[in-house]
C-alpha cells in the first residue's frame, strides 16, 4: 500500500509502510532505461554474429594453406603438380611437332639418328613445359580468387567482432553511469527526506518550547544536525 493508501510505486527506504517496497521516492529512472539498453547486447550479437562466425569458420583452412606455402614452398608446388595431366592441346601440338621434325630429318638423311632422337625429345620437353606453366597459371589463379574469397570472409568476421566489442563496451559503460547516477539520486532523495524530516521534527520541538521563537530554534536546531 502506498502511503496515502492507495497503490504506488514510490520507495520506502525505512519501511514506513512496506520494507522494500515503493512509498516515499518515485521510480529510479536508470532502473527504466537500463530495462532497454540490456536488450542492447542481444541484439548486437543477433547482428553480428552470422559474420563473425562465418569469418572464423575461414581460419583453419586459410591457416592450413599459408603455412604450407610458406614452410615449405617446393613442397606446396610439388603437391600441386601431382594433380597435373597433360591437355588434349598439347597432345596435338606435339604430334605435329614431331611428325614435321620427322619429315625433315627423313628429307635430310637423318632419322632415327642420335639428333634426331634429341631434338624430338627437346621438342617435347618444351612443349610440355608450356603445358604446364599453362596449367599451373590457371590453378594458381583459381585458389587465389579461394584465398582472396575466404580472407575477405575472415577479414569481415574480425573486423565485425572489433566493432561489436566495442559497441558492448560502450553498453556496458552506460549500464556502469546509470547505476551510479541512478544511486547518486536515490542516496540525495534519502539525503533530502531525512533532512526535511529532521528540520521538521527540530520545528516541533521548538514549538513546544514555546511560539514561533521556539520553533525557529528547533528548525535552526534541526538544520544543525544536517550539517
Known sequence: MGIM???ST???PFG???MGKNALFPPNPSDAA????EKIPGQLHEIYDPYINRGNAQYEGLNKQYTAMGQDPTAFLNKMME???PSKAYQLQKDEALRAAGNTAAAGGTRGTLQDITK???LTDMLMGQDMQQWLGNVMGIQDRGLSGQQ???DQGFDLSKTMGSDLANVLGTQGQLAFQGQANRNKSISDIIGALIGA???IAGGAMGGPAGAMAGGAAGRAMMS
Open 5 to 7: 493508501g492507495s497503490k
Open 83 to 85: 594433380g597435373y595431366e
Open 152 to 154: 575477405h570472409f575472415y
Open 201 to 203: 521534527g527540530g520545528m
Open 16 to 18: 514506513f509502510v512496506d
Open 120 to 122: 624430338a625429345t627437346r
Open 34 to 37: 537500463m530495462r532497454y539498453i
Open 10 to 12: 514510490w520507495y520506502d
